[in-house]
């Protein structure tokens, strides 16, 4: 469990207890956790870096931008973490992508004026799709998608027909057991892509009074439960599910 000051924590749910993990010594905001290995434990800060925990020593490395260092992390600044098909570290940052493999990184900025190259600087999010594909989405630069036969980065963005993205800050996004997007944005509510008509339903605020509405156009979080049922957290708006099977949304 990351918290915004108070450092790292772990719940036993054995034993119901919380314990503070003392080697992660930062009080920066903990953005992202990820686990790689059962003793391996990735931590993306805000402003510090990212960090390495050894769960069996508690004992972490951390790994830092340096302007002496071109080569390193390309920012302290990190957002978001997430594993490619081929067990390289995929890390989003402030000022573009840093991939870690075999303890050396490789890092991708953006470059708007060449075609491939990521739309935006700011990688909000990082997710893997079930075919080994890279969705990332960036701030007021829509998606990002790299597969690893194509080697290079497709722009999803919001466009004048209304057949995209409804907004281009994207904030999480996650896939179903259909091989469907859920993307949630910062102003467009949830936005759903159908991997196989490649057509864009959205889910927006409702604006009148109603009990089948999502309180918040701002996501933060989706989950997609086993059941089916789409569990939606948004900036000041709680919880929010969206069940497919009725198209109903209802509140929590």
Not at 50 to 73: A, F, K, M, Q, W
Not at 101 to 129: H, M, W
Not at 182 to 208: A, C, H, M
Not at 221 to 235: L, M, N, P, S
């Amino acid at each position: 469990i990351g918290t915004r000051q108070d450092g790292l924590f772990c719940y036993s749910i054995s034993s119901k207890e919380f314990r503070r993990i003392s080697a992660f010594t930062s009080n920066r905001s903990i953005e992202c956790i990820i686990m790689t290995s059962p003793h391996s434990l990735w931590i993306a800060t805000e402003g510090d870096g990212l960090y390495c925990l050894n769960t069996t020593t508690d004992t972490s490395v951390n790994y830092r931008h340096s302007s002496n260092n071109p080569e390193g992390l390309s920012s302290n600044y990190v957002r978001s973490l997430s594993k490619d098909v081929y067990g390289r570290l995929w890390i989003g940052t402030f000022n573009g992508l840093s991939i870690l493999d075999k303890e050396k990184f490789t890092n991708i900025y953006s470059e708007p004026f060449i075609s491939g190259s990521l739309s935006q600087a700011s990688v909000r999010c990082i997710s893997r799709d079930s075919q080994g594909g890279m969705w990332l989405g960036t701030w007021f630069g829509g998606i990002n998608y790299w597969h690893p036969q194509k080697n290079r980065f497709r722009s999803i963005r919001r466009n004048s027909a209304g057949t995209g993205i409804n907004d281009n800050v994207v904030s999480c996004m996650t896939e179903d057991k259909e091989g469907n997007l859920w993307i949630g944005t910062k102003n467009g509510g949830v936005n759903f892509y159908d991997s196989r008509t490649g057509k864009y339903t959205y889910y927006p605020t409702i604006q009148e009074n109603s009990v089948e509405a999502i309180e918040s156009n701002d996501i933060k979080a989706i989950h997609i439960h086993t059941d089916g049922k789409i569990y939606v957290g948004a900036h000041a708006g709680g919880i929010s599910i969206i069940n497919r099977a009725n198209c109903g949304r209802m509140n929590r």
